[in-house]
T-cell receptor
Framework: DQQVKQNSPSLSVQEGRISILNCDYT??????FLWYKKYPAEGPTFLIS?????DKNEDGRFTVFLNKSAKHLSLHIVPSQPGDSAVYFC??????????????FGQGTILTVHP | NAGVTQTPKFQVLKTGQSMTLQCAQD?????MYWYRQDPGMGLRLIYY???????DKGEVPNGYNVSRLNKREFSLRLESAAPSQTSVYFC???????????FGSGTRLTVV
């Protein structure tokens, strides 16, 4: 039972264009969402997060949008740079119940930004 | 500031062998976690420790045991390795349950 889903295994974009990575979740107890970035042979690193009380959070070139009614979030990278090429993981945790405090991750999306 | 340190970085085991993956963090974090990463599966939680002295099962605990040795260290043990345990293992820590995690660089384990 995959509670956090990233249905696109890979995404390829041109440098300077927008990258949009999508994530869907099924657990209505999730109230905090995060994106992690992972380079080969390294551990994931935190990128940006959003609380369920917001619908948008920006940090420089990165913006995360949350649509609670659709149980969907997306990460926008504008403009995309070759150094953004990595695996991006969506993650979520909940305020209570069995999901409290434990991050549940999606399968990851491989982003390739071409020069 | 090393963050989260995992040893070893690579390991090859024969089926049935045992080994312990070590993890240490120097950020004085309360919570620690072990995940495995498999292609197409993302990161799945094996065990976690919300605070020193406590451990709990995650999503895929079968075949593993853990020890929270002290606040800094959280080890993962494979008692009898199986090929299905071939994976990349990540240790992570957070100050509080639910905070963003800091991950180690991973241990790539192959069981033949």
């Amino acid at each position: 039972d995959q509670q956090v889903k990233q249905n696109s295994p890979s995404l390829s974009v041109q440098e300077g264009r927008i990258s949009i990575l999508n994530c869907d979740y099924t657990n209505s107890m999730f109230d905090y969402f995060l994106w992690y970035k992972k380079y080969p042979a390294e551990g994931p690193t935190f990128l940006i997060s959003i609380s369920s009380i917001k619908d948008k959070n920006e940090d420089g070139r990165f913006t995360v949008f949350l649509n609670k009614s659709a149980k969907h979030l997306s990460l926008h990278i504008v403009p995309s740079q070759p150094g953004d090429s990595a695996v991006y993981f969506c993650a979520a945790h909940g305020a209570g119940g069995t999901s409290y405090g434990k991050l549940t991750f999606g399968q990851g999306t491989i982003l390739t930004v071409h020069p | 500031n090393a963050g989260v340190t995992q040893t070893p970085k690579f390991q090859v085991l024969k089926t049935g062998q045992s080994m312990t993956l070590q993890c240490a963090q120097d950020m004085n974090h309360n919570s620690m976690y072990w995940y495995r990463q498999d292609p197409g599966m993302g990161l799945r939680l094996i065990y976690y420790s919300a605070s020193e002295g406590t451990t709990d099962k995650g999503e895929v605990p079968n075949g593993y045991n853990v020890s929270r040795l002290n606040k800094r260290e959280f080890s993962l043990r494979l008692e009898s390795a199986a090929p299905s345990q071939t994976s990349v293992y990540f240790c992570a820590s957070s100050e509080l349950q639910g905070d963003g995690y800091t991950f180690g660089s991973g241990t790539r384990l192959t069981v033949v």
